[in-house]
């Protein structure tokens, strides 16, 4: 299934469940980037990846799911998560593989 074009564009993170905003705006503003090609990328705190999404059907409901490889500070990181778009309000889930993990909300620019 292809990306829903309302997830296209770039988010600014209001919020994270695991860390606050003066980390999360640490070295600039937290964001993801959603492409139309189904690629994004991110950025909070000393975190900074690309995702690849796909969309696909769980019980009948469509669900956009992405993972990611980046790095954490210097360090690679990589994981998984979820985005849910309604309007200009997106939230969503993201995993760091066999680490943290936190839920967010962002709205769009």
Do not use: Y
């Amino acid at each position: 299934m292809k990306l829903k074009p309302m997830c296209v564009g770039n988010w600014r993170i209001k919020s994270m469940d695991q860390w606050d905003m003066d980390f999360v705006d640490m070295l600039e503003q937290g964001h993801f980037t959603i492409r139309k090609d189904g690629t994004g990328s991110f950025q909070f705190g000393a975190v900074q990846g690309e995702m690849d999404f796909r969309v696909v059907q769980f019980d009948g409901v469509a669900k956009t799911l992405f993972s990611w490889m980046g790095f954490d500070e210097d360090t690679e990181a990589s994981g998984m998560g979820w985005v849910e778009v309604k309007g200009k309000d997106m939230t969503g889930w993201i995993q760091f593989h066999e680490g943290d993990d936190s839920g967010f909300s962002a709205v769009k620019k």
